[in-house]
């Protein structure tokens, strides 16, 4: 079974730092794009950042600048660095991989359970 693990959520205060680190596990036979997304209550989820398996990345306007999206394809890892957050930081931080399970599988998006992050003064 396919999991993806979040960490590194909590609470911060604004123009402090978190990490986030998703961490893919179970059997797989290749991860493609990896990604952060974001809700709040009463919105849709939003993206935040993308990464390619070659490393070309992809930023919501609101976040280019701050934010750093890295992964590790040794270790099926994908890394959100938070710098600078703000009040409107605050969410529900989600992981997503699109992932081939094996030769008889296309590839499927799958989703960590999601970690809070909140910025506070």
């Known amino acids: 079974q396919v999991q993806l693990v979040e960490s590194g959520g909590g609470l911060v205060q604004p123009g402090g730092s978190l990490r986030l680190s998703c961490a893919v596990s179970g059997s797989i036979l290749s991860i493609n794009a990896m990604g952060w997304y974001r809700q709040v209550p009463g919105k849709e989820r939003e993206l935040v950042a993308t990464i390619t398996p070659g490393g070309t990345t992809n930023y919501a306007d609101s976040v280019k600048g701050r934010f750093t999206i890295s992964r590790d394809n040794a270790k099926n890892t994908v890394y959100l660095q938070m710098n600078s957050l703000k009040l409107e930081d605050t969410a529900v931080y989600y992981c997503?991989?699109?992932?081939?399970?094996?030769?008889?599988?296309?590839?499927?998006?799958?989703w960590g359970q999601g970690t809070q992050v909140t910025v506070s003064s």
């Open positions: 997503t991989a699109d992932i081939r399970r094996s030769r008889y599988h296309n590839y499927s998006d799958y």
